[in-house]
Antibody
Framework: EVRLVESGGGLVQPGGSLRLSCAASGFTFTTYYMNWVRQAPGKGLEWVANIKQDGSEEYYLDSVKGRFTISRDNTQDSLFLQMNSLRAEDTAVYYC????????????WGQGTLVTVSS | QSVLTQPPSASGTPGQRVTISCSGSSSNIGSNTVIWYQQLPGTAPKLLIYGTNQRPSGVPDRFSGSRSGTSASLAISGLQSEDEADYYCAAWDDSLNGPVFGGGTKLTVL
């Protein structure tokens, strides 16, 4: 059974940093792209970033470029999102999602972790 | 402001057929496949349709997807109470170099 479990969310002040993690199991992690997708409270879905199977290519939403960094550890079947210079508009539930290819935002999603940016 | 445009709400009675539209442009729906997700209240999105009109195993054939030009549609036939959820369309955007989503449609089963 495919399982994606996010962690690391919480309350952070504007300008602060947070590192999200996603533990994957139930599939061959190294054969899939991995995505982060977020959903602000009461709003729709917004793709944030994705990373190629071997970590050699990354794509980002324009508004997070230079502030967020996606990475993966294929030895631990884990995905990460380092978020710096956080803004109030980054407040959202962040989902980890498995993608078949670069253009796939996700066929299986985790339950999400809430990030709240507020003073 | 979402790149793909969906109606904010839709409704139908049990057994009815409902269609949800998703409007885009030549850089997304017009040139790439469309994905549909179902999000039940308080849960993560679930893949409903991929490759514009393909259903993953386990998704009932009551759900179907189609595309015409720069617009796509999700049809739900034989509407059931458990279909009450938010539905999102998505597609890769060649100009933005990333996947884009619609704003979501809240389906109510009357």
């Amino acid at each position: 059974e495919v399982r994606l479990v996010e962690s690391g969310g919480g309350l952070v002040q504007p300008g602060g940093s947070l590192r999200l993690s996603c533990a994957a199991s139930g599939f061959t992690f190294t054969t899939y792209y991995m995505n982060w997708v977020r959903q602000a409270p009461g709003k729709g879905l917004e793709w944030v970033a994705n990373i190629k199977q071997d970590g050699s290519e990354e794509y980002y939403l324009d508004s997070v470029k230079g502030r967020f960094t996606i990475s993966r550890d294929n030895t631990q079947d884990s995905l990460f999102l380092q978020m710096n210079s956080l803004r109030a508009e980054d407040t959202a539930v962040y989902y980890c999602a498995r993608g078949e290819d670069y253009d796939d935002p996700g066929d299986y999603w985790g339950q999400g972790t809430l990030v709240t940016v507020s003073s | 402001q979402s790149v793909l445009t969906q109606p904010p709400s839709a409704s139908g009675t049990p057994g009815q057929r409902v269609t949800i539209s998703c409007s885009g442009s030549s850089s997304n729906i017009g040139s790439n496949t469309v994905i549909w997700y179902q999000q039940l209240p308080g849960t993560a999105p679930k893949l409903l349709i991929y490759g514009t009109n393909q259903r993953p195993s386990g998704v009932p054939d009551r759900f179907s997807g189609s595309r015409s030009g720069t617009s796509a549609s999700l049809a739900i036939s034989g509407l059931q109470s458990e279909d009450e959820a938010d539905y999102y369309c998505a597609a890769w955007d060649d100009s933005l170099n990333g996947p884009v989503f619609g704003g979501g449609t809240k389906l109510t089963v009357l």
